[in-house]
């Protein structure tokens, strides 16, 4: 952190009730690698004139996690890099092993990406497969002085009359680095339900077309234009 000081938590409780009590934990972390001393500092305000209350309230305990590692060849002090595949439409985390598989309707596409979080800056190259065959290669560079987000999206279309189960990976390499995710992909028809709503809808609008008709005839008759 060096000279900058920054705020990490802030939290106010207002109205304090006795359901208040119990333990808050605020978390900080530090990415400036030039920071071989870090000073935390803590300061808990009370608001109010009842002086009661700073009897009730603890002295702030400090601990330190060694969770980050040094990278001594790019002078970045950083986590290590995580890799998830999403779908786009929904926002759903897919390589989450109780997730289900994904369905791909008949003639749609659906959209996924491949996102990778606490990256070092630099190249990251992205590759699709979709089974064992590879659909795509993209590039991704970004640059800074912290950790940074990086990813890559590819859409897959279902033409109508595939039906195999495959597998969906996004595979991440950079020059020390190597991340995939994996999702399995189903191709599914269109519901029985939709394909219903469908044709009553169809329906209905067929009924009125004709209903329209048979009246504007009716009225022409009445009227004597026919």
């Not at 399995?184 to 329209?212: D, G, H, M, N």
């Amino acid at each position: 952190m060096g000279n900058d000081t920054y705020k990490a938590c802030s939290l106010t409780i207002d109205p304090v009730t006795e359901s208040s009590g119990g333990l808050y934990e605020c978390s900080a972390h530090s990415l400036d690698i030039a920071a071989t001393t870090v000073q935390l500092v803590i300061n808990v305000c009370l608001e109010g004139t009842d002086d009661s209350l700073s009897s009730l309230v603890g002295v702030p305990s400090i601990t330190f996690t060694d969770v980050d590692t040094l990278d001594t060849s790019s002078g970045i002090f950083g986590r290590d890099a995580t890799l998830n595949l999403l779908d786009l439409s929904t926002g759903a985390v897919l390589d989450d092993p109780e997730y289900c598989p994904v369905c791909v309707q008949s003639d749609t596409t659906r959209q996924f990406q491949c996102r990778i979080q606490d990256a070092k800056p630099g190249i990251w190259n992205f590759t699709w497969m979709f089974g064992n065959q590879t659909i795509a290669t993209k590039t991704e560079a970004r640059t800074g002085a912290g950790l940074v987000n990086v990813s890559s999206s590819h859409i897959v279309g279902n033409p109508g009359n595939e039906t195999r189960e495959r597998n969906l990976t996004c595979h991440a390499t950079s020059s020390d680095q190597s991340l995939d995710a994996t999702v399995l992909i189903t191709f599914c028809a269109e519901s029985e339900y939709a394909k219903t709503v469908l044709r009553v809808l169809v329906s209905i609008c067929v009924t009125a077309t004709i209903a329209t008709i048979i009246t504007h005839i009716l009225l022409c008759k009445y009227y004597g234009y026919i």
